[in-house]
């Protein structure tokens, strides 16, 4: 009688077992492809524009325990204007990899971003092209007395009870 109750059981939990991990497929390159079409804009009028290059650090896996154990992280970009009364525009958003590869681009045509508002990139949990070195390099122009662009990203993982997350800010290098 104890031998025909535990089969049922083991083949209840190797079913809860998968069933964990069911949501959780890997894909390369993005998940989702960012429409932003409606955001394009012509900028070959706009010659007094004032352009800018910014390095943002973004971890799409960090290290756990030892360098052969790494924990996966979802990573949301914020791509920030802080300006209440004029507009940014955003020439290329390029992903990098920990060795410098680039793995995907995010604009093809420079786009306009509206007044304080905000636009978001967020790489999948298990995209773990990025690695541990992952980065945005951003190339953006603004009119002239305005405030550069904000670029921040917060990656987050749970994992049972376990919650990690932090944030990392963008640096203007030109």
């Known amino acids: 009688m104890k031998c025909t109750l535990i089969y049922p059981l083991m083949v209840l939990f190797a079913l809860g077992m998968i069933g964990c991990n069911s949501g959780k497929e890997r894909t390369e390159g993005p998940l ?59 020439l290329k958003a390029d992903y990098f990899d920990t060795k410098g590869n680039r793995i995907h681009s995010y604009i093809e045509k420079p786009i306009e971003i509206s007044e304080l508002e905000t636009l978001e990139i967020v790489i999948a949990e298990f995209d773990r092209q990025g690695g541990t070195g992952a980065n945005f390099i951003f190339e953006w122009a603004i009119e002239p007395q305005s405030a550069p662009p904000i670029f921040e990203a917060v990656m987050i993982s749970t994992y049972g009870q376990q919650g990690l997350s932090f944030t990392t800010q963008g640096h203007q290098i030109k």
Request: proline fraction near 0%; avoid cysteine; charge should be positive.
């Open 32 to 90: 989702s492809k960012i429409d932003w079409s409606n955001k394009e804009v012509n900028l070959d009028q706009r010659d007094s524009l004032i352009t800018g290059k910014s390095y943002l650090s973004v971890y799409s896996q960090i290290y756990s325990y030892t360098e052969h154990t790494s924990i996966d992280l979802t990573a949301t970009v914020s791509m920030r204007n802080i300006n209440a009364a004029r507009k940014l525009y955003l």
